[in-house]
Nanobody, 126 residues
């Protein structure tokens, strides 16, 4: 099964940017469509963005559309989330997740992923 390790979180001022990375190991990365999720203090985990196995198809939650960009480098077994124009409400722990599927060009929208990383903290100050 795949193991996932996120990195790149930190403290940033509103309007700033961060790039999160999620390194995968232990399995064939291209077998998995990938997603990013977040959980703010006192709130439920929510879906942020997803990407297909090939990296061509992407999907975003309305709250981040136009500000965040998900991408993947299959040669490096890594998925990224570029966070731009950050707002205080983007604060939370960001998790990447993997879903093994035979579908090459679909995105899994939502929380129903099989494998999860430990998360990386993003804090946006006003």
């Amino acid at each position: 099964q795949v193991q996932l390790v996120e990195s790149g979180g930190g403290l940033v001022q509103a309007g700033g940017s961060l790039r999160l990375s999620c390194a995968a190991s232990g399995s064939i990365f291209t077998w998995y469509r990938m997603g990013w999720h977040r959980q703010a203090p006192g709130k439920e985990r929510e879906y942020v963005a997803g990407i297909s196995r090939g990296g061509v198809v992407t999907n975003y939650a309305d709250s981040v559309k136009g500000r965040f960009t998900i991408s993947r480098d299959n040669a490096k077994n890594t998925v990224y989330l570029q966070l731009n124009s950050l707002k205080p409400e983007d604060t939370g722990v960001y998790y990447c997740a993997a879903d093994r599927t035979s579908e090459y060009s679909t995105v899994l929208v939502g929380l129903n992923y099989d494998y999860w990383g430990q998360g990386t903290q993003v804090t946006v100050s006003s």
